[in-house]
């Protein structure tokens, strides 16, 4: 079936009409510039929080079999015969690439 997509001649599914994809029986997704402006004006402001408590995990320093451990934002350490992996570490005080901007780290960064 030819599609509307010139990069993927492939076939269509009832998840993928060739060129998105989308939930099946699900309402549509698809908003407009106005319907995000709306949204954005008749939400209640939510204060973000100054700290969130969290209780420290201090995994092992090497485990053989498979261990996964949240780190913070996007941080995993993914433990396995031995390897240590961590992935999109963020170590700053802020999720930014300048110090002065950007949402500030709601806990303390474990030393």
């Known amino acids: 079936m030819s599609t509307r997509n010139r990069y993927y001649g492939g076939p269509t599914s009832d998840h993928f009409d060739g060129l998105r994809f989308f939930n099946p029986g699900q309402p549509e997704t698809d908003r407009s510039l106005r319907d995000l402006w709306r ?9 973000w929080p100054a700290h969130v408590a ?13 261990r996964i451990t949240m780190v913070g934002h996007a941080t995993l350490l993914i433990q396995v015969a031995g390897l ?25 960064r474990m030393r």
């Open 84 to 108: 240590n992996i961590l992935t999109d570490p963020v170590w700053s005080d802020r999720i930014s690439p300048v110090k002065f901007a950007g949402p500030r780290r709601l806990r303390e």
């Open 39 to 47: 949204w954005r004006a008749e939400r209640a402001a939510v204060r």
């Open 54 to 66: 969290v209780t420290p995990n201090v995994p092992e320093s090497r485990v053989e079999q498979m």
